[in-house]
């Protein structure tokens, strides 16, 4: 009994830095380079635009830590080969997961940028 508790330990202390490490990154690249669409949609107002990304990016840090934790849970672990299969199905989940989350952050930031472009040609066309 102790044997499992210390795997399934290990295993946790192992999944949790590796999803948050990974959230960090993807998130860091995301929203650098999110700026410059939040400056397009925005119309170049720096102030309202970097105040946006960051809320963003907070907000993709609360989902994703919250999901990597709601998800946490592993069956009872009780050899080495048992806590590599359950952390590469649970940090290959999450990666899956992150990926689809950016994938909707893009598009979110395309849409945007698509509505502000639009807007733009409106307000041509009127003057």
């Known amino acids: 009994m102790e044997t499992t508790i210390n795997f399934n330990l290990t295993a946790y202390m192992i999944y949790l830095p590796v999803a948050i490490l990974m959230t960090i990154v993807v998130s860091h690249q995301l929203f650098k380079n999110g700026k ?31 999901f990597a934790l709601l998800i946490i849970y592993m069956s009872q672990i009780y050899d080495y080969e048992g806590m590599i299969l359950s952390l590469s199905t649970k940090i290959g989940g999450f990666a899956i997961y ?30």
């Open 98 to 127: 992150l990926g689809i989350m950016l994938m909707l952050n893009l598009f979110l930031f395309m849409r945007g940028r698509r509505k502000a472009m639009d807007k733009e040609r409106k307000e041509a066309f009127t003057v």
């Open 36 to 66: 410059i669409f939040m400056l397009d949609i925005f119309h170049k107002k720096e102030d309202i635009a970097l105040a946006t990304n960051s809320l963003f990016k907070i907000g993709f840090y609360l989902l994703n830590i919250g």
